[in-house]
């Protein structure tokens, strides 16, 4: 009948998944989708329930922990460092205010969409997952962590905990940019994330990332090496569009051709940086 | 960890309620199933409507994405709850529920909101509702309901006897779609009877072999039976023209597109599972057609039609050819269109039973006369064995005027002999239902040295699918109103509707003339431009006047582009001078354009009969009840008719009692398209109405000049300072049941259209014309529509703020057209992928209600339904042409359709 439980503490829902393979609930926001019935079938952990995956913390050494059931709603309206305004703007276009309040952050993470709003942000955020198991836990860099189109290296007796930000990535300011074919409830064309630290009066840190344009979003170092050193002015200028199209590995879809994503990609990027450093400029 | 056999327990609405110890359900599911809470209404069952929008301890939540176990113990709020009054008479104030589907999700989203911010600005409610999707509105009316929600108001008074038609009164059957009390296809069905799921072909084209369906069936003990088309004991054949009826309910042998259904499985409605895993249908794929270019010289879908062609429509006055070879200017040009999906946020569903001798049906629809009528034929019973009694109606703008799980409820029913009902998924009603014709067009026209129109050439291929549906409606439809609301004396017009194994393409709002209206559109500002000529005077010079002939060698009776077009000059004249300065003070990046577009549209049935039939009775006490037939889909016939019928007879709006529509109680009035049921319908409650005074006074001996004074204790009649109670409890019941009743018909008078498409095809029809201006990232590609000015003959408005949101969401439609909707079979069947606009898509829109009074019309009245769509799309184009330079062939321009245009149109980087 039901299989579904909402165990009430980390260790009991460690202790129900290491009797056999269960559908982790975060969410619902793509499990549901996903069946046409009216219920969720099989064998289900919610984890909704779970104290140690609910809210933000003070990380270890001036970090950030964000449980891994936050919801979007949650990380939108939080107090967090500027670094963290594109994560922060995500989180407010992860569908609208009913998916917010529901979707999680480990949960986008583990859904490992190429479109998933959560993780460009987090890659310019330097973020780490922890994934909790019978070994004990575990820490992974999220590049490591996504390893493909809906596939992640979270093995099938472990839960996602949390996600971490370590304090040197908290520097700066941060920005996201979605492209989609409206204004709401969109599945990205492209998106990008940027994350820019001025020291001295020139960049001292780059971040960039880009989604939808590969099966797992992803960093731009050749472009972000480009950019240190860079007075405000000069750091839009800086951005080597054709270094951002072959980052990349965009395809044709319904919303967009590959040509198309990764031209609109070098555009965005140029934007976010040139955003951010007219906000470093107008300090 | 919790008690997992106990029932969970939570509060709703404040009041404790227990739920079946099911906690992987949907909360959408366990509110509508077990607690009989229908006004959560479920669209998509993925999060992507946010009609099931509930309160989860105050936040809003998509009921279909929450488990069970997650509401236990805590609050949550639906429709039917407490402390959403203002908000409710804010919307009923401001028009904000057309069909209510998305009502109940609005509501809680807006609620939410509310308590956060009691008096919100526009953009924040924008923001607020982005997670709801509305197909009706244009989403302008909901959001001003939310910014005045604060506001007391007390309720408008209703209109004074003879003072309904002209008022903006709130819609009739407004408070229910308000309340979550409205019973919608899937809110009504009887317990202890069957679910119904249809198996479906996952091919476009395939031949099918059942296995062991009754080893299946017994396999699985809540399985109550399996049909198939062997089991249809009529004519296994619908189709909305009779003489084109092809379409099978159930297929036999071979499946002719994607989602067609070949069996019906009967599962116990007891809340056990209904899965059809493991069905037995073996397929076997065959060479499809896909590509409508392809069709002619394919092996023919139906065996009389060589080709595959449906019907081609034609329209020719003059020499078009000879008169574009002298023309001093022209233009010439192809466009492209794809399928469109009504999407509206009600998927198909009903219920049935029997009642006696008697097949009831209760589902949603647009047409219950004709779903009658179908499913009589294929269940092989008699009409008066069919009851269809529709549903309220969730949206529908085409989609719901052929049948679809009518039949298919009525043979479970007929073979079991227990109640049905039957709920198609999202991605079911997005397979097996109609689409717009996708349409291959190319045109040629051309214009003297002054920029008189001289001649047109238009040549469309419309992809009609695997099935008759509309249609023949679309390929006759499309070359009458090829020319616009212009004066075009050599016209040479033709539409083929071919068949293909794609989607079964047929009514949207427009029958193909949005298509082809895109196509001309275009070219005339392109026309414009080679005669210097500003594009809107262009069009006031060639726009049809008073007396000119049509391309049909019709004379119009009311003719009301010219004033439309008038309308709008100084709103053209004050957007061209604010682009002007924006593209003055912008640098390069951010282009500002303005564009314009025409429209008009014939009101009712091409040269075929139409009639509607209307009754209005008086009960031997005193009461006033109008049979009304005309199916309200949100558009507001519900009010509109009897706004009508309430003036015609000189009694207060609130006087009348409304029944119907019910093929058992009201009289045929016609099915709800073709912008036909102000217009036909309203005449024929017109001449009820007038029939029923002239006997009332009759009976009281008075005048014409007579005061009829409806009260709660009868009908009284006043005249000269007499009054005097009306004598009915001695008369004799006439044939209708009433001691007075009046039934008349109205049928548009039209005349046939010849082989050159030469005749009157229509009684009526309506004009309009609307600017959009648009910012265009050109860098991206992507367009944001400002504003859209719409001015829209409209005859006389019956009732203004109905027109008004006619208008509103006809342009989110056209809108939908122009930048985003398009349905690939198998790629977007889900409304994630096919996408529809959202609240911030929305433009600002200033709606014109033009009057023209049409002397067929009732009190003057034309259709408005489908113009309002048909210049959106042509008007956003032009505009976007009028910022970038580019040329667009092709819709829905998306980003990457419009960055190509922008780097062929010498735009690029």
Redesign the interface.
């Known amino acids: 009948?039901?299989?579904?439980?909402?165990?009430?503490s980390l260790t009991?829902a460690l202790g129900l998944l290491a009797r056999g393979p269960h559908v982790l609930?975060a969410?619902?926001?793509d499990l549901?989708?996903a069946t046409?019935?009216?219920?969720?079938?099989g064998a289900?952990i919610?984890l909704?329930g779970l104290p140690e995956l609910a809210g933000i913390a003070a990380g270890p050494r001036g970090g950030l922990v964000i449980g891994a059931c936050t919801s979007w709603?949650a990380i939108a309206a939080a107090g967090l460092p500027a670094a963290c305004d594109g994560l922060r703007a995500a989180a407010a276009v992860v569908?609208?205010?009913?998916?917010q309040?529901?979707g999680t952050i480990g949960g986008n993470l583990c859904n490992a969409s190429p479109a998933a709003d959560g993780v460009p942000p987090l890659l310019t955020l330097a973020a780490e997952v922890v994934l909790a198991g019978p070994r004990g836990s575990r820490r992974l860099p999220l590049e490591a962590f996504l390893a493909g189109p809906r596939l992640t290296r979270r093995a099938p007796d472990e839960i996602l905990t949390a996600v971490h930000l370590p304090a040197a990535a908290l520097a700066g300011r941060g920005v996201f940019l979605k492209?989609g074919?409206?204004?709401?409830?969109?599945?990205s064309?492209v998106m990008v994330a940027a994350r820019l630290a001025f020291a001295g009066g020139r960049v001292a840190a780059a971040a960039l990332a880009v989604g939808a344009c590969s099966p797992v979003a992803r960093r731009l170092p050749a472009v972000e090496a480009a950019l240190v050193g860079a007075l405000p002015e000069e750091a839009a200028g800086r951005v080597d569009r054709a270094a951002v199209t072959a980052a990349l590995a965009p395809l044709d879809d319904?919303?967009?051709?590959a040509?198309?994503?990764a031209?609109?990609a070098g555009?965005?990027v140029a934007r976010a940086v040139a955003g951010l450093a007219r906000a470093e400029a107008g300090r | 960890m919790t008690g997992l056999a106990v029932a969970p327990s939570l509060v709703v609405n404040g009041r404790p309620a227990t739920l079946r110890p099911d906690r992987a359900r949907r909360l959408s599911e366990a509110l509508r199933e077990d607690l009989g809470l229908t006004g959560t209404k479920t669209g998509c069952d993925a999060g992507d409507c946010g009609a099931c929008t509930v309160l989860l301890d105050g936040a809003p939540v998509c009921a279909c994405l929450t488990p069970v176990g997650r509401a236990e113990g805590r609050a949550v709020t639906t429709v039917e709850g407490p402390g959403l009054a203002g908000l409710r008479a804010s919307f009923l104030r401001h028009g904000a529920a057309q069909c209510g589907i998305c009502t109940p999700g609005m509501l809680m989203a807006a609620a939410a909101l509310l308590a956060e911010v009691p008096r919100p600005e526009a953009a924040a409610v924008r923001a607020a509702l982005g997670g709801v999707l509305c197909r009706c509105t244009g989403y302008g009316p909901i959001v001003a309901a939310v910014v005045d929600a604060w506001r007391e108001a007390p309720p408008a008074p209703g209109p004074a006897a003879g003072a309904a038609v002209g008022a903006a009164v709130a819609r009739v059957d407004g408070v229910p779609r308000l309340t979550g009390a409205a019973l919608y296809g899937a809110d009504l069905w009887k317990p202890g009877g069957v679910v119904l799921k249809a198996v479906r072909s996952p091919h476009p084209r395939a031949a099918f072999a059942f296995g062991d369906l009754a080893g299946w069936a017994a396999a699985r003990a809540n399985v109550a039976c399996v049909l198939t088309a062997d089991d249809i004991p009529g004519e296994n054949r619908f189709g909305a023209i009779p003489a084109y009826a092809d379409q099978p309910a159930l297929a036999e042998r071979e499946v002719r597109h994607r989602g067609e259904a070949v069996a019906l499985v009967a599962f116990e409605d007891d809340g056990s599972p209904a899965s059809l895993a493991g069905f037995p249908v073996a397929w076997t794929p065959l060479p499809a057609i896909l590509d409508p270019a392809a069709a002619a010289s394919a092996p023919p879908l139906h065996p009389r039609r060589p080709a595959n062609l449906l019907v081609e429509g034609r329209v020719r006055r003059g020499d078009a050819a000879a008169a574009l070879a002298v023309a001093a200017h022209a233009a010439a040009g192809a466009m492209r269109t794809g399928f469109v999906e009504h999407a509206p946020i009600e998927p198909e569903a009903g219920a049935a039973w029997m009642e006696g001798a008697v097949l009831v049906i209760r589902a949603t629809t647009q047409a219950p006369v004709m779903d009658r009528d179908e499913t009589a034929r294929i269940l092989a019973l008699s009409r008066e064995q069919v009851r269809i009694i529709p549903s309220a109606v969730g949206g529908g703008f085409g989609t719901k005027l052929d049948v679809s799980l009518q039949p298919l409820l009525g043979l479970a029913v007929l073979k079991l002999d227990r109640p049905a009902r039957m709920t198609f998924t999202r991605r079911e009603s997005m397979q097996a239902t109609t689409k717009r014709h996708p349409a291959a067009m190319t045109a040629r026209i051309g214009c003297d040295a002054s920029g008189r129109l001289a001649a047109l050439e238009f040549d469309g291929q419309f992809d009609t699918g695997a099935y008759a549906s509309w249609g023949p409606t679309v390929a006759n439809r499309v070359p009458v109103h090829a020319t616009g609301p212009y004066r075009i004396p050599a016209v040479a017009a033709r539409a083929r509707a071919v068949h293909t194994n794609n989607p079964v393409a047929g009514a949207f709002r427009g029958f193909g003339v949005p298509q082809a209206t895109l196509l001309l559109e275009t070219l005339i500002d392109r026309l414009a431009a080679a005669a210097g000529i500003d594009r809107l005077a262009f069009r006031r010079l060639n726009a049809l006047a008073p007396g000119d002939a049509t391309a049909t060698g019709q004379l119009p009776g009311a003719v009301g582009i010219g004033a439309c077009l008038a309308a709008l000059q100084p709103r053209w004249d004050r957007a061209q001078a604010e682009a002007a300065a924006v593209r003055a003070a912008a640098g390069p990046g951010l282009l500002r354009g303005v564009g314009v577009a025409a429209c008009w549209y014939g009101c009712g049935n091409t040269a075929l009969p139409n009639p509607s039939t209307v009754r209005i009775g008086l009960t031997h006490a005193g009461a006033i009840v109008l049979h009304q037939g005309a199916t309200e889909i949100g558009q507001g016939s519900d009010t509109v008719i009897a706004q009508i019928a309430a003036d015609a007879l000189g009694v207060p709006l609130a006087a009348l009692a409304l029944v119907g529509p019910d093929t058992a109680l009201t009289p045929d009035a016609g099915k709800t398209s073709a912008s036909r049921q102000t217009f036909v319908t309203g005449r024929a409650a017109l001449a009820a109405a007038r029939a029923l005074r002239a006997a009332v006074l009759r009976l009281a001996n008075a005048g014409e000049g007579a005061t009829l004074l409806p009260g709660a204790d009868g009908l009284r009649v006043a005249e000269d300072g007499r009054v005097a109670l009306l004598d009915l409890a001695g008369l004799q019941p006439d044939a209708a049941g009433y001691a007075l009743s009046a039934t008349e018909t109205y049928d548009p008078p039209t005349a046939a259209l010849d082989a050159d498409g030469q005749g009157a095809p229509y009684a009526v029809y309506g004009w309009g014309a609307q600017i959009a201006e648009v910012a265009v990232d050109a860098a991206l590609g992507t367009v944001r529509v400002l504003r859209v000015t719409a001015a829209h003959d409209v005859g006389r408005a019956i009732n203004p703020a109905l027109a008004r949101g006619q208008i509103e969401g006809g342009i989110a439609q056209g809108l939908g057209l122009a930048l985003m909707e398009e349905y690939l079979p198998g790629r977007t069947e889900n409304l994630h992928d096919y996408l529809i606009p959202t609240t911030d898509d929305m433009p600002e829109v200033e709606a014109i209600l033009v009057e023209v009074p049409d002397p067929e019309g009732p009190m003057g009245a034309k259709g408005l339904g489908e113009h309002a769509l048909i210049p959106t799309a042509p008007a956003i184009l032009n505009a976007i042409r009028d910022a970038t330079g580019a040329t667009l062939a092709e819709v829905p321009v998306l980003p990457h359709r419009l960055r190509a245009a922008i780097r062929a149109a010498g735009g690029g980087r």
């Open positions: 009948m039901s299989g579904y439980v909402r165990p009430a009991e609930l969410g619902g926001t549901y989708p046409e019935g009216p219920r969720l079938d289900v919610d909704s709603a569908g609208g205010r009913q998916i309040n529901a492209l074919a409206r204004a709401h409830l969109v599945i064309i319904v919303r967009a051709s040509a198309y994503r031209e609109a555009e965005l």
